[in-house]
């Protein structure tokens, strides 16, 4: 018994093969409208790029690379990455952080430290009752 097929979702029927191959028509012809729009806009900048060359009005800073775009960041690309400098209080408390977990997790330890002397305090099974351990020897 082959009741799929006559499932309205399945892949394969006539109607959804024919909404996918149009669908997928409808999205290449969006896609080849965008593309001669870009392609439109770019002429149309290339074009008043030229006329301006052509008139002496352009200036240093209107000038496209020779990508082909503006480059905005130039200055910053050019001196050699961030000018602002750096966030310390940032790196300290990621360092913090960084150094918390290595030590919780045993990985950092300093030289003749054990990972429960790194930890800074005993784990449970260490932690007793010593009071009351004391209290019955000592009667």
């Not at 799929?4 to 669908?23: E, G, Q």
């Not at 001669?36 to 074009?47: D, F, G, P, V």
Request: hydrophobic share 30%.
């Amino acid at each position: 018994m082959n009741i799929l097929p006559k499932k309205r979702w399945h892949v394969r029927t006539k109607d959804n093969i024919a909404r996918v191959r149009r669908d997928e028509a409808k999205a290449a012809e969006e896609e080849k409208e965008l593309k001669r729009r870009i392609q439109l806009a770019e002429q149309e900048a290339r074009t008043a790029l030229l006329r301006k060359k052509a008139k002496g009005e352009l200036e240093k800073s209107d000038e496209l690379d020779a990508g082909g775009h503006l480059n905005f960041f130039k200055d910053i690309e050019e001196s050699g990455g961030f000018v602002g400098g750096t966030n310390k209080e940032h790196e300290e408390e990621e360092k913090a952080t960084k150094e918390k977990y290595e030590k919780d997790i045993g990985l950092l330890t300093y030289l003749g430290q054990s990972s429960l002397e790194a930890k800074g305090e005993a784990p449970w099974y260490l932690k007793g009752n010593l009071k009351e351990l004391s209290t019955t020897s000592s009667e």
